[in-house]
């Protein structure tokens, strides 16, 4: 069975400053994986996604993330944040049988 | 073009009582999926249905929990005699059919139960 674990349930930074927001999956095969965004008030979207190829994924507002098989992680980092990235973060994870695992989410607060 | 859309948006009810929360995905979309948020515990997937494939019901959290996909389009999530831990948001989320490959879920607003 699959599961993704995010370590860290809050994490403030301050502004301009850089993030990693952590995450752990476990799975016994081959994977996709994901971080998907909820800005206060909104619904969910997708940030970025591993499916195959280069394991440094690059999505949307400067969020990137590395995909360590050997690890088993996927951690997003941004070298930078904004007041704007204020928002939960989730990580996930599926097998391709399209049931999509959410990890518990991670709050980013960024401090003035 | 128009999203996931969800209704009601809040739904306030008391104990005991069964509620209906809707979901109508994108058009075009097979694959339909619900899931529930609560504070502290992240997203959790309920149900998942594949076009005419029999439903994914293995998140169901209890028989009072039921789901139902008309037609191949809209679903409804029903919550029979409602007890105070179904408060949470329920999210709805669609996606275009699978092949073994990805197809990115796209998430309604959701639907914000409080049960007192």
């Known amino acids: 069975a699959q599961s993704v674990t995010q370590l860290d349930s809050q994490v403030p930074v301050f502004e301009e400053a850089p993030v990693e927001l952590r995450c752990n999956y476990s799975?016994?095969?081959?994977?996709?994986l994901f971080w998907y965004v909820q800005y206060p008030n909104q619904g969910l979207q997708l940030l970025l996604k591993?499916?195959?190829?280069?394991?440094l994924v690059k999505g949307i507002n400067g969020f990137e993330a590395e995909f360590n098989k050997s690890q088993t992680s996927f951690h997003l980092r941004k070298p930078s944040v904004h007041i704007s990235d204020t928002a939960e973060y989730f990580c996930?994870?599926?097998?391709?049988?399209?049931?999509?695992?959410f990890g518990k989410g991670t709050r980013l607060h960024i401090l003035p | 073009g128009a999203g996931v859309s969800q209704s009601p948006s809040n739904k306030v009810t008391e104990k005991g009582k069964d509620v209906e929360l809707r979901c109508d995905p994108i058009?075009?979309?097979?694959?339909l999926y619900w899931y529930r948020q609560s504070l502290g515990q992240g997203l959790e997937f309920l149900i998942y249905?594949?076009?005419?494939?029999?439903?994914?019901k293995s998140g169901l959290p209890s028989d009072r929990f039921s789901a139902e996909r008309t037609g191949g389009s809209v679903s409804t999530l029903t919550i029979q005699r409602t007890q105070q831990e179904d408060s949470a948001v329920y999210l709805c989320?669609?996606?275009?059919?699978?092949?073994?490959?990805?197809?990115?879920?796209?998430f309604g607003p959701g639907t914000r139960l409080t049960v007192l």
């Open positions: 989320a669609s996606s275009l059919a699978s092949s073994g490959g990805f197809n990115e879920q796209f």
């Open positions: 799975s016994s095969v081959s994977v996709y």
């Open positions: 591993y499916l195959s190829g280069s394991t």
């Open positions: 996930a994870v599926t097998d391709r049988d399209d049931k999509i695992i």
């Open positions: 058009s075009g979309h097979t694959a």
């Open positions: 249905f594949q076009g005419n494939s029999a439903p994914d």
